[in-house]
């Protein structure tokens, strides 16, 4: 089993940045994803961006150009570098590892973006 803790949330002013920072512990498997998720209130959870082991990435269009996701394989740890936050950004943020067929979640961490 792999454990996830999530860091790096809270309030921000609308044009700012937040990097956002998880660390997987446990079971962890050499060749995994890593993804991270946003759920609004009252919405759906969504994919934001995803890396996997060898680098690849890929971004929701709502935050291609604004986000930066990264992995640091040595730490176990994933990063998201947000700028140019928007109020819609607004949302509770999950780091997600999947291999093989398997997957954790996070606790999430609060991002809010104020206008």
């Known amino acids: 089993q792999v454990q996830l803790v999530e860091s790096g949330g809270g309030l921000v002013q609308a044009g700012g940045s937040l990097r956002l920072s998880c660390t997987a512990s446990g079971s962890i498997f050499s060749i995994n994803i890593m993804e991270w998720y946003r759920q609004a209130p009252g919405k759906q959870r969504e994919l934001v961006a995803f890396i996997t082991t060898g680098g690849s990435t890929n971004y929701a269009d709502s935050v291609k150009g604004r986000f930066t996701i990264s992995r640091d394989n040595a730490k176990n740890t994933v990063y998201l570098q947000m700028n140019v936050l928007k109020p819609e950004d607004t949302a509770v943020y999950y780091c997600?590892?999947?291999?093989?067929?398997?997957?954790?979640w996070g606790q999430g961490t609060q991002v809010t973006v104020s206008s």
């Open positions: 997600r590892y999947s291999s093989g067929g398997t997957g954790s």
